[in-house]
Nanobody
Framework: QVQLVESGGGLVQAGGSLRLSCAAS????????MGWFRQAPGKEREFVAA????????SYADSVKGRFTISRDNSENTVYLQMSSLKPEDTAVYYC?????????????????WGRGTQVTVSS
């Protein structure tokens, strides 16, 4: 069982930056691929970014490529999402998720554990 807790969300003006953190309870977080997803009001949850267990491979949604960076520190059992050049359309609840084994994927159904989310609001 892996417990995930997101933090770092908040209100920011367009063009600003935020760094989200996802702290995991698992002692072996390095065994899991990690992903960030988001869900805006009235919309389905969508993939944002993913990182392999070693940090050697990453994947991004086209909408955030070049603006967001996913990283991880396995020694701290933490995954990060650095968000820059934020836009109002980035407003959503952001969730981190863990996937055991396989490869990094974009489908939320492939992830085994989820956090409760952190709200990000970008004002225009």
């Amino acid at each position: 069982q892996v417990q995930l807790v997101e933090s770092g969300g908040g209100l920011v003006q367009a063009g600003g930056s935020l760094r989200l953190s996802c702290a995991a309870s698992a002692r072996t977080l390095s065994s899991y691929h990690m992903g960030w997803f988001r869900q805006a009001p009235g919309k389905e949850r969508e993939f944002v970014a993913a990182i392999s267990w070693s940090g050697g491979r990453t994947s991004y949604a086209d909408s955030v490529k070049g603006r967001f960076t996913i990283s991880r520190d396995n020694s701290e059992n933490t995954v990060y999402l650095q968000m820059s050049s934020l836009k109002p359309e980035d407003t959503a609840v952001y969730y981190c998720a863990a996937r055991f084994a396989g490869v990094i994927v974009t489908a939320d159904s492939a992830y085994n554990y989820w956090g409760r989310g952190t709200q990000v609001t970008v004002s225009s």
